[in-house]
């Protein structure tokens, strides 16, 4: 009983199990996508799905490896490219000279590209690549919705490649720049060597040009001497009249009757070819008669004739000047004909002076007008300088003496050198002929005005108009 009063302390609880350690969370990752077929995103920026099937279904796909041809040297494309895997590259070229690539990546729609005067393009991939080709003809069957989406596509590429084009036109004109000054450094060069006394005497001591050819010539240039003023000089010249007289009862004109009159053969002959013939004459006695001065004497008579049309054609300049120049063109090679002659130990050096110079030298110690002797001195510059680049007092004459080369392969079936034709196209349009080339010049305009009065022709150079005029008509 009393044990039932006793106070005892309850036995404590049992102890709690130990908590296994929470296992460790790892970083939520994003969610795997849900099944289905993968999404679409569109090849262009701002295509729809829509837009992609049509272009798909009009033009299929072509896969091409690195380094395909797209297009080479062409002066224009009318086709978009589309660029779904890949890179292509673009070159311009100006007047055949390639600038730096520019490069249209997945993504990018290469808009047609513009024809520019002297521009040539060529495109390659620069990888594996696919594209499609989206050419005019298959544009306008596209929707109009995707028709907008293909040009809105190519607005960036036509921005693009204004720009880049504006950078190779930038480039080429620095470079030609410092191309021009190169080659006039070294022209420069050359021309102390003319400068020398050995050639300076030689200069001295050349046969003078007869005194009626200096007059005519500078009579010629004087805007205050008229037509007629030149004819009664020539008339009052017993010397002269006898020159002309002989040409026009020559075996070239074959007439039935002898002309006596010098005013008969005005009428027959007209003034130009009365000037040109006494020119001609007047040229050829300065020179010893060699081999090679005749072959000179043949090829500048050519000269002198094309250059006479060439300026008729361009009408902005003194065809008689032209005519002139092209005849006296080639003196300097004459007078080194005559230096060799003379010493035949010194042949290695004279060879290499600059020709052009020593004729401007040459005529200069004759009396010419200065801008004959700049003309001829400085003739070479169209081969290397575009129009801008030249004086502008002997511009046209150097360039219608240029053209009048290239003419001359022409008719002779030579072929022109590249490299001397680079800036003809240039100078073609300075002369008033636009995009006309030198074969439709030669045949459509040329030599249809040489045919018209055949007796302004020399006799020395006859045969090859006529040949060529028989070529060009069969």
Known sequence: MLRFFRSEKPAPPPPAPLKPAAPRVPIA?????PAGPPLKVPIIEGWTENDLVAVYNAAPAKYLKRG???FNDVAFTDSFFVLIEGSIQVVVKLNGQPGRPGFFKRGDCLAPLPGYQGLSYAGETAEDSKLIEISANILKHLPDKTQLAVHKAASA????????????NGEMILRQLRLSQYILNQNAERTAAVQTEFVKNVIQNMKRMPVYATDLAMKLLDDNTSV????????????????????????????????ESFYHACMILGFNNIYNLLMRE?????????RETTRIHKHS????????????QGKEQQAQTSATIGLLHDIGKGLQVVMKMGNPEKTEYIQVLDSGKLGGALLRTWGLPEKICRTVEFQKQPEFMSPDLIAPEYRR??????VAHILESLLLDKPIDPVRSIYTSEHMVLLGFGNLTPAALLKDRILPSLMKNPARIPLEIHGMITKQRTTVEA
């Open 29 to 33: 990752q994003p969610a795997p996508p």
């Open 397 to 402: 004459e150097a360039a219608a003496l240029h």
């Open 68 to 70: 395909e041809l797209l």
């Open 282 to 290: 007047a040229a050829q006695s300065t020179m010893p008669v060699t």
């Open 157 to 168: 590429s036509t921005s693009k490649i204004n720009a880049y084009i504006r950078t190779v």
């Open 301 to 312: 008579c050519l000269i002198s004739v094309l250059c006479f049309e060439i300026a008729s």
């Open 228 to 259: 007629q003023e030149v004819v009664e000089g020539i008339r009052l010249d017993p010397s002269l009249v006898s020159i002309v007289l002989r040409t026009v009862n020559s075996a070239q004109y074959g007439f039935g009757k002898k002309i």
